[in-house]
């Protein structure tokens, strides 16, 4: 219906979706078996599509706040919009991420990918977690960071300065 704002479907075994509705503002399509997505309406600020099949993702709105596309079967970083501060991708088939993202993302998290060229640390970045990469250098830390997650980072040999705002390092 065109009055429908967030759609759910989570933990089913879809391998495809309707045309969207122009109002919606949020999609959870996790833990499914989609191997693409219809039209992202340009209403779209939450997309979490993590254990799917899929290879590329359709336009992404340029209001998107929030991106997962964790467990998919990515080769190409989808374009990341300006607006975007939520960005988590883990498991997928990616080798790098764009090396510059939108200075408005203030959550990261990455891992568990062919990563070898770390992006750079935008100014603003809050929340960082990086965990299984082959990362063998992180960037420099921004100091605005307030929490670093970095596990199972076996090529990491040296950390950056720790901001003097960060609260949490796990």
């Known amino acids: 219906p ?3 704002l967030e759609l759910s479907a989570s933990n089913n075994n879809l ?6 509705p122009s109002s919606l503002g949020s999609l959870a399509v996790n833990s499914n ?9 340009t209403t779209l600020t939450r997309l979490f599509t993590s254990l799917n099949q899929l290879t590329t993702l359709p ?24 607006q975007l501060d939520t960005l988590i991708i883990y498991n997928t ?5 764009p090396t510059t993202l939108p200075s408005t993302i203030k959550y990261l998290s990455f891992g568990n990918s062919g990563f070898i060229v770390p992006p750079v640390l935008q100014q603003g ?4 977690q990086i965990i299984g990469s082959d990362l063998t250098v992180i960037p420099a830390f921004p ?12 090529a990491i040999t040296t950390v950056p300065t720790l901001p003097n705002g960060l609260v949490q390092f796990v």
């Open 125 to 128: 970045l809050v929340f960082l």
């Open 93 to 97: 088939l990616l080798t790098s991420l």
């Open 143 to 154: 100091t605005t960071l307030k929490t670093i997650v970095l596990t199972f980072n076996n």
């Open 15 to 20: 391998t495809s979706l309707p045309n969207l």
């Open 33 to 41: 078996q989609l191997t693409s997505l219809p039209l992202l309406p």
């Open 2 to 4: 065109s009055s429908l």
């Open 59 to 82: 336009l992404l709105p340029a209001g998107l706040n929030a991106l997962d596309i964790s467990s998919n079967q990515f080769t190409l970083c989808p374009t990341i919009p300006a």
